[in-house]
């Protein structure tokens, strides 16, 4: 009854920037946390970011000062800007949410994953 959808994915040069939008829904009371990981071929998924609903922010060391994570409390909607990208970045890219519903229930949630890849 909740859904997390992202888009934004593509291919893009090295140096290039991309921008990820993952959109919750359903009976929807409230979204606590939003969050993106990843996972590169031959990885474990990884934690990239994340911002609590207060605003509060957390960054991996290797996407600081690159990527910037905010969210729409309104439309229940997250954005993950990412520039300078670089190979490295490249890997598929799941939204993470734990979200409340209107029957009472809290559970974590995941986007269906969205391909970035970082290529000349």
Known sequence: QVQLVESG????????????SCEA???IFRIWYMGCYRQAPGKQRELVTSITRGGRKNYADSVKDRFTISRDNDNNTMYLQMQSLK???TAVYYCNAKISTVSGTTNDYWGQGTQVTVSS
């Open 9 to 20: 994915g593509g291919l893009v040069q090295p140096g290039g920037f991309l921008t990820l």
């Open 25 to 27: 829904s359903g009976n």
């Open 87 to 89: 190979s490295e970045d």
